[in-house]
Nanobody, 123 residues
């Protein structure tokens, strides 16, 4: 059974950094593109970042470009999201997702989802 487990969320001051991790099991990790989404209270779920199967291609929503970095370690079945220069608007539950596509960017392209980890950025 496929499982995605996020970790690394927490409370941080504006301008600070967090590194999220998503550990995958029950799948051939290298066969999946991976993505991060987030959802703030009262707002729709938003795409944040994605990475291709081998890690050779990445894509980010405009609001996080230059601040967030997605990466993956296929030997460890783990995808990461390094978040720097955090802003209060980054506050949300962050979700890890896996896609059978070589590259994926929108919710319907992802087959499996984690339960999320809370990120709170105070001003």
């Amino acid at each position: 059974q496929v499982q995605l487990v996020e970790s690394g969320g927490g409370l941080v001051q504006a301008g600070g950094s967090l590194r999220l991790s998503c550990a995958a099991s029950g799948l051939t990790f290298s066969a999946y593109a991976m993505g991060w989404f987030r959802q703030a209270p009262g707002k729709e779920r938003e795409f944040v970042a994605a990475i291709s199967r081998s890690g050779g291609s990445t894509y980010y929503t405009d609001s996080v470009k230059g601040r967030f970095t997605i990466s993956r370690d296929n030997a460890k079945n783990t995808v990461f999201l390094q978040m720097n220069s955090l802003k209060p608007d980054d506050t949300a539950v962050y979700y890890c997702a896996a896609s059978l596509r070589a590259q994926a960017y929108v919710s319907y392209e992802f087959n499996y989802w984690g339960q999320g980890t809370q990120v709170t950025v105070s001003s």
